[in-house]
């Protein structure tokens, strides 16, 4: 008997693999994991500095422990090189083949990278898994001075979680404020003002082009467009996340922005699913926790033989910067509406209307505002 594979041992991997067990004791699963597949908690990675916990205190249990919890075969450090969709198999590294009776595909994204000059550049790093954390914290032993490429949700997590340790961060990202593409004017700027009171230096409005040796030797000089120069000890790149579907595309299932699947989570190919970071559920790509869970919990259903759609209500993101707390529930794409913004206590409190006067999203950002997550998401409309 072909087991149900899960290709991929991340947070979606691991949750959907929990999720099924509880519903099927039996039925044959195999994991495969390109990394060690530790079972941890992704979002940790930004907070665990301040945290003081390194790579190996993230990990809650080894592949050999999981495998053991849930009775199932997981095979870490191997790759699959193809999915042959109409034989049912996959091709590892190794030369072997696999069949499956059901795949799910739990691959995760890529950092993004830019395209930077300089006999540096290949030592930018970033962080989207438990090795590269460990990379990360041993190249931050001694440093103290850390450039962040991108003032997104990651970089602004790992600028508070960095700052904290009591180092130097400079952040650099061509837009004009942080957490632009979530959060209005006055909110992004009340971030940008509690981060940098927390001693978090902002380049914003400005593109990295290059990263060289710097003029004290083992140092990095990051060459910005308006001809400054960034000295740092180590440089991080978070400019965002591609979801994983070269794998997926190559064996003729369909893919956008993400692997192409249905509410049920079907990809084009009736016995291929996707959840996670590298899926579009319905044209929708949300790289989040809270989604991600939903969908675990459906397809566990649906893997055991009750078929379940997967529903979205409306689930804020609760952004990991303690010197200045943010929650954002944005708006479903390409409504149609406006932001309205004020300011209460210490904080800001920012609605997204529809026309019609319809409260579609919000955003709050400070200790006096992010309590009222609560009232304001249960007025939302569901995504899905």
Not at 32 to 46: Q, T
Not at 202 to 218: E, K, Q
Request: with cysteine; aromatic share 4%; hydrophobic share 50%.
């Amino acid at each position: 008997m072909d087991p149900i594979v899960i290709l991929g041992a991340g947070l979606a991997g691991h949750a959907v693999a929990r999720e099924f067990r509880r519903l099927d004791p039996t039925t044959p699963v195999t994991m495969i994991a390109a990394d060690g597949a530790e079972a941890y908690s992704k979002p940790m990675l930004s907070t665990a500095l301040a945290a003081r916990r390194g790579a190996a205190q993230l990990a809650s249990a080894d592949a050999a422990k999981t495998a053991g919890q849930l009775a199932i075969e997981i095979r870490p450090r191997t790759r699959v090189l193809a999915i042959d969709v109409a034989a049912r198999a996959l091709r590892l590294d190794d030369g072997a083949k696999l069949g499956y009776a059901k795949l799910v595909l739990a691959l995760g994204a890529d950092p993004r990278r830019l395209a930077l000059a300089g006999d540096a550049a290949g030592e930018v790093l970033s962080v989207n898994d438990l090795d590269d954390y460990a990379a990360f914290r041993e190249a931050l032993e001694g440093a103290r001075r850390v450039a962040i490429l991108g003032a997104g949700l990651i970089g602004c997590e790992f600028a508070n979680d960095i700052a904290s340790s009591g180092r130097q961060v400079v952040v650099v990202d061509v837009a004009a404020l942080p957490l632009g593409r979530l959060l209005p004017p006055r909110a992004a700027t009340r971030l940008r003002d509690g981060l940098g009171a927390a001693g978090v230096a902002w380049h914003l409005g400005r593109v990295p082009h290059a990263v060289r040796r710097g003029s004290d030797g083992g140092a990095l000089a990051l060459e910005l467009d308006d001809g400054k120069t960034i000295e740092a000890d180590v440089a991080l790149s978070a400019i965002g996340l591609a979801p994983r579907v070269a794998l997926a595309a190559a064996a003729g299932l369909a893919t956008g922005r993400g692997v192409r699947v249905d509410r049920w989570l079907r990809g084009s190919d009736d016995r291929v699913f996707a959840l996670g970071d590298c899926a579009e559920v319905e044209g929708l790509v949300l790289p989040y926790v809270m989604p991600l869970m939903r969908c675990a919990r459906a397809l566990a259903r649906t893997l055991a033989g009750t078929p379940t759609p997967v529903d979205y209500p409306a689930m804020p993101v609760v952004v990991k910067t303690p010197a200045m707390p943010v929650v954002v529930s944005p708006p479903p794409p390409n409504a149609a509406g406006e932001w309205h913004e004020e300011e209460v206590g210490d904080g800001i409190v920012a609605r997204f209307a529809g026309p019609d006067g319809t409260g579609l999203g919000f955003a709050l950002v400070g200790p006096g505002a992010v309590g009222l997550k609560a009232d304001l998401t249960a007025g939302l409309p569901s995504w899905l």
